[in-house]
């Protein structure tokens, strides 16, 4: 398996630190509005590259943080008139759900920038007791930049021609920092801001130190990919290495990958300039799946444009491969006594040329996660079995060649058998059920009821009017 490293500026072959083991850290959105869709192409490729391992055997430890500390909760907090919890909190919940119709697996950890103070106050406190950071007047702690020998190894650039890149991390006067270049690990608190005790003042860290000790608290010192967008790699991802590598003393992350981006009119789609759609608004007009297709549908380290013509080409690419499985599923449906259970030879030889479709598949994403290429072997499979699965197929037959294109989906992520859709009025006997079931005391069936219309993504919720239903 190959993976572009930004560190090399090469393709390298991908041993992990721990056999059988990955360890993958990627950079989480701040948490302040719905996600935009360019916030959804890292989600997306790095959870394909995840389920790609995972379909390899590799045991993927796939950690991905909320930065729910920041300049914009809080400014947004203040115009609400809450806490920045609250804001915090409400778009975790909402980035969740964008993330379940994406079909991006849950990381196995997501942890919370505000609940790893303590972690970041004892690297801060090994940061100054190394020499690698100190304390100006206000309380303020700031990283010697100069003091870590390599700074600059992940953006291939030298300590010089950065000169005054960290200048829009200052928060106090640019006069009290020893160097331009040094960046802020601990900031003081401003009026109406959320703190936290600290030995050198109260405040809040920095946002760089965050995603160093999250890392090292839930995969450890060393980890094998460190992943984000491309806009990541300087300063965050660069202050990231100066900060882990000069606590730790051990090399930090391994592989560094970095998604390019999704643009709008050739222009980075971003909150700021106001160019974006969010993952909501595009799920109003389409199926999430087809947003996933069109993540996918372009290498990852390839810009991808956003425009309604490739959406809609995305949505008929997505869609040949839903409706052969839906006629291989009325095939199967069909089968009768008369239809053969047992594979036919002829079949036997299509299913081992089918193979050498597997096989590209394989090849694409083994070449540093080519996801275009893997799609495109995904049709050629579609095109094989609506050719050679007729109502004379036998039901094996047809069953391997649906598991084959099910499997490959699968890796990209992508649902392509959609489980019937309970119906409205189904819903509505189901709760009157529910309701006698509770007046007849039958506690565990009304709750079996719950659960089940739970699974399906059907929430209850008892009012005074009556209960109510509502689809997530
Ligand atoms: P943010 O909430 O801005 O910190 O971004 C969260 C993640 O989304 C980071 O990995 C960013 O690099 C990534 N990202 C933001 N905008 C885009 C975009 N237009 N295209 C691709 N990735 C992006
Ligand atoms: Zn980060």
Redesign the pocket.
Known sequence: MKIYNTLSKKKEEFEPIRAGKVSMY?????VYNL??I??A??MVVFDTVRRYMESKGYDVNYVSNF?DVDDKIIKKAIEEGVEPAVISERYIEECRKDMKGLNVKPATTHPKATEEIDGMLDMIGTLLEKGHAYVAEDGTVYFKTRSFREYGKLSHKNLDDLQGGNRSLLVSGEEQKEDPLDFVLWKPKKEGEPYWESPWCQGRPGWHIECSVMSKRYLGDEIDIHA?????IFPHHENEIAQSEAANGKPFAKYWMH?????IDNK????SAGNFFTVRDISEKYDLQVLRFFMLSAHYRSPLNFSADLMEAAKNGYERIVTCVANLNYLLEKAHAGMADALKPHETEALEEAKGFMTKFDEAMEDDFNTADAISSIFELVKFANTKATEESSSAFIQALKEEILALSDICGLIVEKEAEILDDDIEKLIQERQDARKAKNFARADEIRDMLQKQGIILEDTREGVKWKRV
Do not use: Q, W, Y
């Open positions: 990627v950079c989480g959105p701040t996600i935009h360019g916030n192409r890292p930065t984000g967008g491309e806009d990541l998604n390019a981006f999704l643009n980075k789609m971003s909150k």
